[in-house]
């Protein structure tokens, strides 16, 4: 005798897409991947030099280091964009979406550690980044107007204009101008640990969610459940 067994489908939620990631936030991140991959390579050999020039007009120290300052501007132009459009940017960009100050914020945050100690399932569902994820980008943050700092005192050092000097020339007179080097040569290995976390997390979220967010660095378009959607917007009534 056959027996019958009835299945029910589970409605999926309706998807929509959001335009997320303005373009000077997408800007401002390629401009910091890029410079900050170059800086690193071309930081790494002024500390160490791992290329021997044969030619007698090789200059290889001077390229490195010619590089290594234009690209450093580079970073800086898009620290201070982004600083911008955190005051001039969305709801998702704005500084208000950083700094953990609602109690949906500090929960999305627990949530997050909860995913990433293996206690939840699911990460948290966010529209654009979540709490803890933001709390890291701050960080990081700290750690990029101390290394364009650090590297504009140390520029200062060899240029000796009179608006570094007026700057950041006061710098050197409270802090040794070798602790200073040191630090700037430290961070870029927090760079670099950072880089690793933020690739695998994003990687591991996007294929969680399903919810296009490493295309979204590109595009701006992330693709999120309606309710989240009609949800934030009646938290920001």
Known sequence: MATSIKTHDVEQPEIVP????????????????????????????????FLVATGSKAWVM????????LFGFILIAAVLLRLYWFFAGNKWAHWH????????QWRSMYSMVLYYTYRRREPFPEIGHNSLATASYLGIGFFLVVECVTGLVLFSVVR????????VGWIPRIVDIQY???T???????????LIHHVYSAVLVSMEQKNGLME????????????????ERENTR
């Open 62 to 69: 001077g390229t490195a280091r010619f590089v290594h300052e």
């Open 184 to 194: 700037h040569y430290f961070v870029m290995f927090i760079f670099m640990a950072f």
């Open 97 to 104: 979406a950083w700094v953990p100050l609602k109690r949906e």
């Open 180 to 182: 200073i080097r040191a």
């Open 160 to 167: 000796g204009s009179r608006w570094l000097t007026l700057l």
């Open 18 to 49: 959001v335009y997320v990631w303005q373009w000077p936030v997408r800007i401002a991140h390629w401009m910091m991947v890029l410079s900050l991959t170059v800086l690193t390579v071309t930081g790494f050999y002024m500390h160490h030099p």
């Open 216 to 231: 979204s660095i590109f595009t701006g378009w992330k693709f999120v459940r309606k309710d989240l959607v009609e949800q």
